[in-house]
C-alpha cells in the first residue's frame, strides 16, 4: 500500500522559507495572471527548468518534450556557472536527485533518485551524452567525467517508468547530457581555487552554409582537499554536422578523456572527525588511471512536416586500472576493466493530420546495444600484482524495439500508450577457474505503458502514468554460472506517478507529484566480491512526494525551490534472510532538497546563491549500523561583468564550512570519505 508506515523526517529550516514564500508568491501572482499568456501550457508540457529560460517546443520527432511524467531541465547558463571538479555535480540542483561522493581519486562520484543509491549495487538510471547511450557494464556512469560544464546545452531528467525509448538501466529513468549543436561563438574559462586547483576550458561553435561543427578541450589538477589527492585529467570533443539536402543530414561526434588520480582512502570514524583531511600510510600507493574515448555517427531525415527518421550508431571504449585498499589489514587491490559498447538506434515517427482529432501522433524504435568487457583483479603490494582473483571475459547484446502513440480527443485531454520489449543475449567466461556460461534466459521483456494528462485550464495540467521497466544481473550476475542451474528471471519494475503542474506564464512553474516503484526480485551486487555476484534482495518497494517551483517575478530575480520525500523498503525479503522484512534500503536519504536565487543588481552584478541538502540514510540492509550522511550546504556566487566579453566570478562554496561525507559498512565497521570544507574559485570566462 502506498505511503504506509511513512516517516517524515524534519526539513532544514533553511529550506522551509525560499519554499513558503516561493509558493506564496506562485499563488497571490495567479490571481493576476491572465489566461492568454499560457498559450505554450496548452500542450500539457508538465517538465520544470532550472536556470535561464529554456525553449521546449513540440517537435515532430521522439524527445523528452512528449513526455507525460516528471522531466527537469537545467540550462545551459546554469551548468557554466559554478566551479566543480566533476559534471555529475551539476545535477545536485536538480529536483529529488542524490549525489553519492565517493571522492576516491577516479571513482569520484555520480547521481541517483527515485529512491534508488548510488552504491552500484542497483544501478537505476540510464546515462546519455547526446542521446547516446553511456552506462558502463554495472550501470555506473565513469563516461559522465568526460563533459565539460562550458560544452554543455541542457541537462535534462526523465524520472518514472514511463518512457519507452529505453531499455536496459532504465530502471528509475534516464539522465541526458546534451551539448551545444552549432552556433557561432568561442569561448574561454579560467579557473583558480582552494585546495591548488587550476582549470582550463574553451569551446568553439561555428556555422558555415551546410556545415557545422562545435569544439571543447579542458584541462583540471589539483593537491585535493585530503592529503594523497592529486588528480589531474584532459578531454577533448568535437562534433559535426552537414546538411545534404533541405530533408537529410549527417553529424558526428569524437571524444577522448585521460585521468590520473591518488586515492585518499577510507578513514575510520574516529579520525574522519579529528582530521577530516588526512589519509591513511596503508594508502600511500593507491591510485588510479581511465582512459574513456567516445564515437558516433547518424543521420535525421524529414522528408515531410510530418514525418521524420533518426538513426544512431556509437562506439564507448573505457580502460580503467586502480589500485585501492579499503582498510587496515587487507590487501591492496588492482582492480582492471576494459570495456567496449556499440549500437544503433532508430525511430521514427508520424504527425497525422485531419485525423479529426485534436493531435494524433505515432512514433516507432529500435536499437540493439552490444558489450564486449573484460574484468580483471589482483591482490597487489605497492603496485605490484602478487594473485589474480578474478579473469573474467564476457559480452552482452541487448535488442529492444518501441511503439508509443500520443492521442488527443481534444484539447483538453491527452492519452499516450506505449509498449516496448527487449531481449538479452549473451557469452561469459571465467579463464581463471575455466568455466564458461550462456546469459540467463531471460525471455522477452515486455514493458507496457500508460500515460494520461488532463488539461482543464490553460496553466493547469493533471497528469497520471503507469509503466513497467526491468533490472538484470550485471558482471557475471547476468550469467546462468555453476553451480546455478535455473535461469533468474528480469526483476520487473512497476511504477507510477500522479501529479499536477501549474504554469501560468514563461516566468512561472510549479508542480507536485506522488509516485511509487515496486520491483520483484530485486538483483544487488556484491561490491567487494571477488566473482562479481550478486544477492537477491527480495520485492521491494520505493515511493515519494515530490514539490517543485520556480519563480521570476522580473528579468532582475528568480527564485526555485524543490523538496522530496522518498521512502524505500525491502517488503519480502529473500529466504534467508527474512529479519530484512520492512528495512530501509541503504543509503537513501529520506528528505532531498535544494533551492537557489539569481539577482542582477545591475546591467554588470549578479549575485547568486544555491543551497543543496539531505536527511541521513542507513548504512546497510539489516538497519543496524547507524545513520549518516545528513547536510546542508551553501554556495555563494558573484559575477561582475567587465566588458561585453569578459565576465569575473567569485564563488564561495561550503560557506558554513558544514562536515559532510560519504560513509559505508565493511561488514564490521564504517568507513568515511570527507567531503570538501570551505573552499573559495576565481573564474574568467571570455568570449571571442
Known amino acids: 500500500m502506498p505511503f504506509k508506515n511513512a516517516r517524515f523526517l524534519p526539513v532544514s529550516p533553511v529550506l522551509l522559507f525560499p519554499l513558503s514564500t516561493l509558493f506564496i508568491a506562485l499563488s497571490l501572482n495567479a490571481q493576476e495572471t491572465d489566461a492568454t499568456n499560457a498559450d505554450n501550457s496548452r500542450k500539457g508540457d508538465i517538465s520544470f527548468s532550472v536556470g535561464e529560460r529554456i525553449e521546449v517546443t513540440a517537435k515532430a520527432s521522439a524527445d523528452a518534450s512528449r513526455m507525460l511524467t516528471s522531466v527537469d531541465r537545467l540550462s545551459g547558463d546554469a551548468v557554466r556557472q559554478p566551479d566543480i571538479d566533476y559534471a555529475w555535480q551539476l545535477a545536485g540542483r536538480m529536483p529529488g536527485v542524490v549525489l553519492t561522493e565517493f571522492n576516491q581519486g577516479t571513482t569520484s562520484g555520480k547521481l541517483s533518485f527515485r529512491g534508488f543509491n548510488g552504491e552500484g549495487e542497483v544501478n537505476a538510471a540510464k546515462l546519455l551524452i547526446d542521446d547516446i547511450p553511456s552506462n558502463a ?25 514511463t518512457d519507452p525509448r529505453y531499455g536496459l538501466h532504465n530502471i528509475a529513468g534516464n539522465v541526458n547530457f546534451i551539448t551545444r549543436t552549432g552556433g557561432d561563438y568561442t569561448d574561454a574559462r579560467l579557473s583558480a581555487g582552494s585546495f591548488g586547483k587550476y582549470d582550463v576550458q574553451a569551446a568553439l561553435g561555428n556555422e558555415s552554409g551546410d556545415f557545422s561543427q562545435n569544439y571543447a578541450i579542458g584541462y583540471r ?98 580502460e580503467d586500472d586502480r589500485y585501492v585498499t579499503y582498510s587496515a589489514g587487507v590487501s591492496q587491490q588492482n582492480r582492471y576493466t ?72 481534444a484539447d483538453w485531454l491527452r492519452i499516450t500508450p506505449a509498449w516496448r520489449v527487449d531481449k538479452v543475449t549473451g557469452d561469459f567466461e571465467d579463464r581463471l577457474n575455466n568455466v564458461t556460461a550462456p546469459v ?88 567487494n566480491d571477488p566473482n562479481g555476484d550478486f544477492e537477491n534482495l527480495g520485492a521491494t518497494e520505493r515511493q515519494g512526494i515530490d514539490l517543485q517551483g520556480a519563480w521570476s517575478p522580473s528579468k532582475d530575480f528568480s527564485l526555485w525551490a524543490t523538496l522530496a520525500w522518498q521512502q524505500a523498503e525491502i517488503e519480502t525479503p529473500s529466504a534467508d534472510q527474512p529479519e530484512l522484512a520492512g528495512n530501509d534500503i541503504d543509503h537513501v536519504p529520506g528528505w532531498v532538497y535544494s533551492a537557489g536565487a ?91
Not at 567516445?294 to 571504449?317: A, D, R
Request: charged share 20%; hydrophobic share 35%.
Open 137 to 161: 557494464n554495472s550501470g555506473n556512469m565513469p563516461y559522465l567525467d568526460m563533459i565539460l560544464p562550458i560544452e554543455i546545452s541542457t541537462l535534462e531528467l526523465v524520472r518514472g517508468t
Open 221 to 318: 589538477e589539483g593537491d585535493g582537499y585530503r592529503d594523497h589527492g592529486e588528480f589531474d585529467r584532459t578531454s577533448l570533443a568535437g562534433k559535426w554536422g552537414y546538411a545534404i539536402s533541405s530533408t537529410l543530414s549527417a553529424n558526428a561526434s569524437a571524444r577522448y578523456y585521460d585521468s590520473d588520480a591518488q586515492e585518499a582512502g577510507y578513514l575510520t570514524r574516529e579520525i574522519a572527525y579529528s582530521n577530516p583531511r588526512a589519509t591513511n600510510d596503508y594508502n600511500a600507493s593507491d591510485m588510479g588511471t581511465r582512459e574513456m574515448q567516445q564515437y558516433s555517427l547518424g543521420l535525421h531525415s524529414e522528408p515531410s512536416k510530418n514525418i521524420t527518421y533518426k538513426v544512431t550508431s556509437w562506439l564507448n571504449k573505457l
Open 338 to 409: 576494459e570495456e567496449e559498447h556499440y549500437g544503433v538506434q532508430a525511430s521514427a515517427t508520424y504527425t497525422v493530420h485531419n485525423s479529426g482529432l485534436n493531435g494524433l501522433f505515432f512514433e516507432a524504435g529500435a536499437s540493439i546495444e552490444g558489450q564486449d568487457n573484460i574484468s580483471a583483479r589482483y591482490l597487489s603490494t605497492n603496485r605490484i600484482a602478487n594473485t589474480q582473483t578474478r579473469d573474467q571475459h564476457f559480452r552482452l547484446r541487448v535488442k529492444g524495439a518501441y511503439i508509443q502513440s500520443e492521442i488527443a480527443p
Open 440 to 527: 540467463n534466459d531471460y525471455g522477452t521483456i515486455s514493458q507496457p505503458k500508460l500515460s494520461v494528462a488532463v488539461l482543464p485550464t490553460d496553466a493547469i495540467t493533471l497528469f497520471a502514468n503507469w509503466g513497467e521497466t526491468f533490472q538484470i544481473g550485471v558482471g557475471s550476475g547476468a550469467y546462468l554460472i555453476p553451480p546455478r542451474q535455473t535461469n533468474l528471471e528480469p526483476s520487473v519494475n512497476r511504477g507510477w506517478e500522479a501529479g499536477i503542474a501549474y504554469k501560468p506564464d514563461a516566468n512561472m512553474n510549479a508542480r507536485l507529484t506522488l509516485w511509487n516503484q515496486t520491483a520483484s526480485g530485486e538483483l544487488k551486487r556484491r561490491l
Open 598 to 688: 539569481d539577482c542582477y543588481l545591475n546591467e554588470k552584478i549578479m549575485l547568486s546563491a544555491v543551497l543543496r541538502g539531505q536527511t541521513g540514510y542507513e548504512l546497510n540492509s539489516a538497519n543496524n549500523a547507524g545513520t549518516f550522511g545528513d547536510f546542508t550546504l551553501l554556495n555563494l556566487l558573484a559575477r561582475y561583468r567587465v566588458s561585453e566579453n569578459t565576465d569575473v566570478m567569485l564563488e564561495l562554496k561550503n560557506v558554513t564550512d558544514e562536515y559532510y561525507e560519504y560513509v559505508w559498512w565493511d561488514g564490521s565497521q564504517s568507513l568515511h570519505s570527507p567531503g570538501e570544507g570551505r573552499a573559495v574559485a576565481a573564474s574568467v570566462m571570455l568570449k571571442f
